[in-house]
Nanobody, 119 residues
Framework: QVQLVESGGGLVQPGGSLRLSCAAS????????IGWFRQAPGKEHGGSSC???????DYQDSVKGRITSTRDSAKNTVYLQANGLEHGETAVYYC????????WGYGTWGRGTQVTVSS
């Protein structure tokens, strides 16, 4: 069964950091593009980063310099290190897999992990 499971969310103070994990089962992450998305309450989900099968990472302008996406092939896991989190970044964070590229049309999604930024 093809599956993605996010973890690592929680409560963090403004300016704090979290490392989120996206673990895959049923397929190899290195063969896919893996995107990170977030959905704040009452808003549509938006992308923050994507790592391609060759390891290239693209970041949305709003998060450049504050987040880093990496991949551990041995653990079949992609990580999102988020620093300097702001109140407005409270959201459910999701990872998703696309067979060929970053962009749109991701076929497999995780169920998300809640990140709450609050003092």
């Amino acid at each position: 069964q093809v599956q993605l499971v996010e973890s690592g969310g929680g409560l963090v103070q403004p300016g704090g950091s979290l490392r989120l994990s996206c673990a895959a089962s049923g397929f190899r992450l290195v063969d896919y593009a893996i995107g990170w998305f977030r959905q704040a309450p009452g808003k549509e989900h938006g992308g923050s980063s994507c790592i391609t099968s060759d390891g290239t990472v693209d970041y949305q302008d709003s998060v450049k310099g504050r987040i880093t996406s990496t991949r551990d092939s041995a653990k079949n896991t992609v990580y999102l290190q988020a620093n300097g989190l702001e109140h407005g970044e409270t959201a459910v964070y999701y990872c998703a897999a696309h067979r060929t590229r970053c962009g749109w049309g991701y076929g497999t999604w995780g169920r998300g992990t809640q990140v709450t930024v609050s003092s």
